[in-house]
């Protein structure tokens, strides 16, 4: 062998027995199941410095647990005092920890009205937004004088006496594809205000009064304003039929007022 060869064959043992090359973790996209109680925190999107939100407080535990900055992408923002049984979020890490074991990690760290039911990786093209079916918001009255203390966080106090059928057949009638501008947020800046509710079921047990949105797609407090609008028509104000003329005038004007935050949940997102 010549000696140049044997030279450099050494040299190249000797730069490879130093040059001790750790591969990195595999990056991968992890999706987060998540529950929380909205009472203390100002919606799920991030907002200023110091103005506590769900997608701060866990970017921030997060960040912690995998060794790097996080941003969360949610299948959709709640608001202020709204609340979550099965919000998703996704985000990249390449983390070693196994990916079920991270919701353990979180919730060791996280407050106790924030809680990751479940962490598990999904496939690369999976977008906690535009990958979601249909999502459900379930909306929660207290129908009676004397509401529980307990509840003033998760229901919303309507103490008028309500008429639940009246309620069913004009719900009936929101189920399809409609314009919704009647029940958009006023000033909404939106290309459409065409939405699909595939189910809209209201049902009673004892005195709560249950207002289940099965949507593709809700627009800004869309859930809240039907709900208060059909509350209109539970109590006799406007008859069933009024609905129609609520759907075809587009206006924000001409339906109920908005239902507070508090009685609305996201209960899950479906995939």
């Known amino acids: 062998m010549p000696h140049n060869t044997a030279h450099q064959q050494c040299s190249n043992f000797q730069l490879s027995k130093h040059s001790i090359i750790i591969p990195s973790m595999t990056e991968r996209k992890i999706k987060l199941t ?25 970017e921030a535990v997060l960040a912690r647990v995998v060794k790097h900055p996080v941003r969360l992408r949610a299948s959709g923002r709640t608001d202020t005092a709204v609340h979550a049984l099965g919000q998703v979020a996704n985000f990249r890490t390449n983390s070693p920890i196994p990916s079920q074991r991270l919701a353990l990690a979180l919730n060791a760290r996280l407050p106790k009205d924030i809680r990751i039911r479940r962490s598990q990786t999904v496939p690369d093209n999976f ?18 004088t004397d509401m529980p203390a307990q509840l003033a966080n998760y229901a919303y106090h309507f103490w008028l006496p309500c008429n639940l059928p009246a309620m069913q057949h004009a719900a009936r009638a929101l189920v399809g594809t409609h314009d919704f501008a009647s029940f958009a947020a006023a000033g909404q800046e939106r290309l459409s205000t065409v939405r699909t509710l595939l189910a809209c079921h209201i049902h009673q047990k ?24 059909l509350l209109e028509i539970g109590r006799g104000f406007w008859p069933p039929e009024r609905i129609h003329t609520i759907l075809a005038a587009a206006d924000r004007s001409v339906a109920g007022p908005m239902a507070p935050p508090q009685g609305l949940c996201l209960q899950w997102v479906k995939y």
């Open 34 to 58: 998540i529950a929380y109680d909205g009472s203390a925190y100002r919606g799920w999107q991030r907002q200023a410095q110091g103005i506590p939100t769900v997608q701060q407080t866990i």
């Open 127 to 144: 977008d906690a937004i535009a990958s979601a079916h249909s999502k459900l918001y379930r909306y929660t009255v207290f129908n009676h």
């Open 206 to 229: 004892y005195h709560n009064i249950y207002f289940d949105l099965e949507g593709t797609g809700f627009l800004y407090h869309m859930v809240r304003n039907i709900v208060a609008t």
